[in-house]
């Protein structure tokens, strides 16, 4: 992992609140490539965004993943002699392309993160 620069992730959701996006074990098939690439891009469906939060904590999905991440861009410090420095731990770089999902998976995906079965 240690060469990889660009990681591109399908992210389950996205907080429109807070420009994050979740990413569970469903999602990233290699935990480390969300932290350890350079840059991270995620596809989204616009359909799969929520308001806030309270709205994403509420996705039954919470509940049941066994490793999940909210992600909002790379992290920043200016710790050192006050001088910015951004992506100092995890990714340098976050991009998010809106981008529909198949329409089969996106009915898939309603009936999870609803918690219905479908009949």
């Keep these: 992992m240690a060469d990889v620069d660009v990681g591109v992730v399908r992210a389950a959701f996205g907080v429109a609140e807070t420009g994050s996006i979740w990413l569970s074990e469903q999602d990233l098939r290699v935990?480390?490539?969300a932290?350890?690439?350079q840059h991270l891009?995620?596809?989204l469906d616009p359909g799969?965004?929520?308001g806030n939060l309270h709205h994403a904590y509420r996705d039954p999905r919470f509940k049941t993943a066994r490793y999940a991440v909210l992600v909002t861009?790379?992290?920043a410090t200016a710790d050192i002699e006050g001088v910015l420095i951004q992506g100092a731990q995890g990714?340098?770089?976050l991009t998010i392309l809106l981008v529909p999902r198949p329409a089969k998976t996106r009915v898939s995906r309603q009936v999870a993160a609803s918690g219905?079965?479908?009949r």
């Design 35 to 37: 932290y350890l690439a």
């Design 91 to 93: 990714v340098r770089s």
């Design 73 to 75: 861009g790379p992290s």
């Design 41 to 43: 891009v995620a596809l």
């Design 48 to 50: 799969d965004i929520v």
């Design 116 to 118: 219905h079965a479908a």
């Design 31 to 33: 935990n480390a490539l």
